[in-house]
């Protein structure tokens, strides 16, 4: 039988395995995605079949599973004895991990937001804000040891970076002229912040928190931007302990510090200006 969601042709264009040295088949993407949505709608199931469904050679499927399984979009194991045909070896069997089945899109997006809109509409905006503090505060609680056994804010800020890297914001710090610039290339909750906004000046209140220092965000992907950068000034002892003399370095995009016009929008797109907290010293 057929499965439906398939795509034949472009499966036929990938009959085996490319030519030592040729580029990749222009239907190769198209056929990797129905062999992974056959291993979706039908698995576990063998290669063999796989190869059947969608009428192509058992060696590209072998190729293909075997990608999908180096990527980490499935896995295999053996069939059971009520499965098997015959003696010899057990067949192989393949399914979707959940980093497969993430291909295929989800609605967890819609989900969050819902969520937060129904705490909204029943308890009031404070409820959103007080959720946002919790769940940043959960996230930086779990690399709190590595921020506190930093010496200066500089090096608090690269911790913090490595700490969001591995909650999936894959972060970065770089030196400015008047201290250093947390960037977020990727936000895994942007669509949900677009919405609510309490998400992103929460986290800003908690990078605060944790520098000991008033920071500044002057840019959100869930505001448009290619990354959410965050300003953290530094002492000017500080910047001559980290870099020696003080020299003017470029950032990458504009910056309230080097472009008067970036720090207008910044007062006016909506950007945070996290308080000091406790403790944090003035710069």
């Known amino acids: ?38 291993l979706l709608e039908r698995g576990p199931i063998t290669a063999a ?29 053996e069939s059971s004895a009520r499965q098997r045909r015959g003696r010899g070896r057990p067949a ?15 609605a967890y997006d819609d989900l969050a937001v819902a969520a937060l809109r129904f705490i909204a509409d029943t308890d009031g905006e404070q409820a ?18 590595a921020l506190a056994a930093a010496r200066t804010r500089a090096e608090r800020a690269e911790v ?22 947390l960037c977020q290339h990727h936000c895994p909750v942007a669509h949900v912040a677009a919405d609510f906004p309490q998400l992103c000046e929460a986290e800003t209140e908690a990078f605060a928190e944790v520098l000991g220092t008033h920071v500044q965000r002057l840019a959100t992907i869930a505001n448009g ?29 504009a910056s309230a510090e080097t472009d008067p016009a970036a720090h207008d ?6 950007r945070q200006t996290a308080p000091i907290p406790d403790g944090g010293e003035s710069v």
Not at 92 to 106: I, M, N, S
Not at 163 to 181: C, F, K, M, N
């Open 92 to 106: 192989k069997l393949f399914l979707l991990t959940e980093v497969g089945r993430a291909r295929f899109g989800h």
């Open 160 to 181: 913090l970076a490595g700490a969001l890297t591995r909650e999936g914001y894959a972060a970065s710090t770089r030196s400015v002229a008047s201290g250093e610039q």
């Open 265 to 270: 929008r910044s007062q006016t797109d909506g």
């Open 49 to 77: 079949a796989v190869a059947e469904a969608l009428g192509i050679s058992s060696v590209a499927v072998r190729r293909h599973l075997d990608a999908l399984v180096a990527e980490g979009e499935a896995y295999t194991r």
């Open 225 to 253: 931007d290619a990354a959410c950068t965050t300003h953290v000034p530094l002492t000017r002892s500080e910047r001559t302990a980290d870099r020696g003399p003080e020299t003017q370095v470029i950032p990458e995009s």
């Open 1 to 38: 039988m057929k499965n439906a969601g398939t795509s034949p042709p472009a499966a036929a264009a990938d009959s085996g395995a490319a030519a030592p040295g040729a580029g990749a088949p222009s239907g190769d993407g198209r056929t990797r995605h129905s062999v992974a949505r056959l």
């Open 128 to 145: 959103v804000r007080e959720f946002a503090r919790k769940r940043i505060a959960a996230l930086v609680a779990h690399h709190r040891e």
